[in-house]
């Protein structure tokens, strides 16, 4: 097999191929071992004992992350697209943490490093792209983004609301010290998480407090149908693997020929302009 562009970036970035599949199956592996070798180095007596270990690994890792991260915008013809893709920004801080605790190498720095350290985790994000059903749950959440804003819009109205009229019942007497303590409230409450740390005294505001928990059930059922719906017609496009290698993007159907967002011919050539309603 000769190991060309299209060859590497077919392996890297689809699993329709037994090579494809082999390379998936292989950095899923690397990733668990990363994410794990980084919680277990966060706990004392582990990092006291196997530490310099846990460190070899993690470089590891690294170097190995970074010559994937590189061969992937090597074997993409639109390499700015994928580094700003939101995959492209995960695998970046998959790698990038490990370099910048070089940088802040001094004592004073420590807790820079430790929070770089965590962020290494972000590589468990990673995992997502190689499985379907989270492929067709990204589809499904960004077709259905717009209502969600708007329904998240409405919510927020809602505990401003709720919690104004909840501070102006009940009153800093009662631990309602300001409008935004009240929102806090309203949004516990909604949500039917229900800490406990403020609570209304009087009828009136126990009153508001049931009519906000009976609509905070009636609330957490909205998201779930959009979502259901939006899943249901990812579902029935049947998405196959095949990656673009003008944009990288996926989610082309079977018998599609040409990209669904910039219109290169899955084959590799551009289609006209006006030609890009047709074959998707």
């Given amino acids: 097999m000769a190991w060309d562009r299209d060859t590497v970036r077919t392996v890297i970035f689809e699993a329709h191929t037994p090579a494809g ?19 277990l180095d966060t706990v004392g007596w582990i990092h006291d004992r196997y530490g310099d270990l846990l460190y070899g690994v993690e470089w590891f890792f690294t170097i190995l ?19 700003r893709s939101f995959y492209g920004i995960i695998d970046l801080l998959g790698i990038l943490p490990t370099y910048l605790s070089l940088v802040f190498a001094g004592t004073q720095y420590l807790l820079v490093i430790r929070v770089l350290r965590v962020m290494r985790v972000f590589r468990v994000l990673r995992m997502v792209r190689y499985v379907g059903e989270a492929q067709l749950l ?13 329904f998240i819009s409405s ?14 019942i009940e009153g800093p007497e009662h631990g309602f010290t300001s409008i935004p303590k009240s ?56 998405a196959n693997t095949r990656v673009c290698p ?10 599609a020929t040409f ?8 084959g590799g050539e551009k289609r006209p302009a006006g030609e890009l309603g047709e074959g998707l």
């Fill in 155 to 168: 919510v927020v109205t809602l505990v401003i609301v709720f919690g104004s009229f909840m501070y102006l």
């Fill in 65 to 83: 992350f970074t010559i994937e991260y590189g061969l992937r915008l090597w074997s993409i013809q639109n390499k700015k697209l994928y580094a």
């Fill in 246 to 255: 003008e944009c990288s993007v996926e989610g082309h159907l079977r018998e």
């Fill in 138 to 150: 990204m589809q499904a959440l960004q077709a259905s983004r717009r209502k969600i804003t708007v």
């Fill in 21 to 39: 599949k082999a390379f998936d199956v292989g950095l899923i592996a690397a990733i668990v071992i990363s994410v794990v070798a980084v919680m």
């Fill in 183 to 238: 929102i806090y409230w309203a949004v516990i409450t909604l949500t039917t998480v229900g800490y406990g740390d403020v609570v209304p005294m009087t009828p009136v505001g126990q009153g508001l407090a049931t009519l906000v928990m009976i609509l905070g059930y009636s609330i957490i059922a909205i998201p779930t149908g959009i979502v259901t719906m939006e899943l249901t017609e990812a579902s029935r496009r049947a």
């Fill in 259 to 266: 990209c669904w967002r910039c219109g290169t011919r899955l």
